[in-house]
């Protein structure tokens, strides 16, 4: 039992919510708000309660009940023409409806709490900006890394540092897909089902296999890591569709594993140098050994040194469990700077181009099994500044692989060398290359 003296503030009316959207998140915040109400109300001294949900269809069956004392509304008009509400919770997705709600909701004085990193990727320095104006939180804690607590860190706990680097495995989808292929030998198609089965993948799958998402997930790292606006049509992206289960065992033969990784750095002139890419990650890395649907991102920060965060990226209560904390925060009276700067909007990122990255590679080329091939290519890699550490032919058909790792050369090198070794009469399929960490960014 508590006693009187123990309250640390009177208790407050509940904090109200709208809710848009009660799909896999929703349903994820809404049991967490049930299950550790009293934890919650210990911890910030008020109630929290769902008033009023927006859904496409009220008919539908939903994976958990209807909060206490909450019903559905019939038009976002409806939700944010309540005073009683002061917070809208927007976990629809999409680009245009979750806009509009946003922008309305903000207009209309009422704090928003997203998971939709999409929208904030795309559209985010104007609403920031259109939330500092007002004086409200826009909070996105679950739009990143899901329940791993990354927007918070760089916004707060790490905000005296200077970043080299982040690195980052951001998409539970991929994650889960390129383990299961590796661990288990599960086909791209079945592991990508297995993943929308358990609530992982967007709506739409291709903004997860096309690297779209971790795409929209770095953009807000990067917004965070250093106070700049990185253009998100401008962030050169390569999803994890070409990943063979060959390109998996050829990378077990070299001691790597393939992820797919969000990377920036930013260099000694203040450039941004930043990308999504399937990469080779040696397996004595911490991120080589991120498996299932889990995230983790790694930053190196001048003052605490490398710092690596890990945990569940995806699905209802990992991702709720992160609204529902944005929300709390809210319910106790904190006003966090939503960008973690003390800028109205944020300037543009000053970009390296991709071309101009530098990296080890791994290419795999099919080609036919004939003197001088190996020849031709070691000559069309030499003509373009690409020096070879490791060679390897694999199979026994007319048709062989050639497996290649690089010395670090330029990117857009390795781009010219593979544009004509594509045109040789001798190639069996389109080349592929992939990056590979380097040691000296290792665990
Ligand atoms: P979901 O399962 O597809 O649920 C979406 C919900 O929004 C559904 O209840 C749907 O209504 C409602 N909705 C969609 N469009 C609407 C519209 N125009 N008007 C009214 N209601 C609308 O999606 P989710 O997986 O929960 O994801 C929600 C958001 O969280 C997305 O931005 C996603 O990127 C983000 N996110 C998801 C995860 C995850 O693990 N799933 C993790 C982090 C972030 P009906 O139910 O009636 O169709
Ligand atoms: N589709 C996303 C993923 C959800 O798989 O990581 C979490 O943001």
Known sequence: MQND????????????????????????????LEENREAIIRRVGRDIRIKTILVRDPGKTRACAMPEGARFCGSREELLNDPEIEVVVELMGGLDAAGALIRAALAAGKHVVTANKALLAEAGNELFTLAQDKGLFLGYEASVCGGVPVVQALRSALSANEFS????????TCNYIISSMTINGTSFDCALKQAQELGFAEADPT?????FDTAHKLILLVRLAWGVDYPYAELPVTGIRSISPDDIQFAR????????????????????????????????YLLARVGSSYNAVRLEGNAVGSIFMHGKGAGD???????????????????????????RGLPPADIVPTEEAISSFYIRLRVKDRIGVMRDVATVLAEHRISIQQALQ???????????????????????ALAKLAAMDFMGAEPVYYRVLPPPCGD
Do not use: W
């Open 394 to 416: 694999k199979g026994t058909d007319d048709i062989v692989s050639l497996i290649f790792m690089t010395h670090a050369c330029k990117t857009k090198d390795v781009i010219g």
């Open 5 to 32: 003296s123990q309250i640390l503030k009177p208790q407050a009316a509940p904090l109200m919510l709208g809710l848009a959207g009660f799909g896999t998140v929703g349903s994820g915040l809404i049991r967490i």
């Open 165 to 172: 680097s982040l690195t980052g495995i951001l998409n539970g």
């Open 317 to 343: 209560t990992p991702t709720g469990s992160a609204v529902a904390a944005d929300i709390m925060e809210i319910a106790r009276g904190d006003r966090p700077n939503n960008l973690g700067y003390n800028l």
């Open 253 to 284: 033969e070299f001691n790597y594993t393939i992820k797919l990784l969000g990377r920036a750095r930013r260099d000694a002139n203040g450039r941004i140098e930043a990308g999504v890419f399937p990469a080779m990650v040696p397996t004595s």
């Open 207 to 211: 903004l997860d296999i096309g690297g």
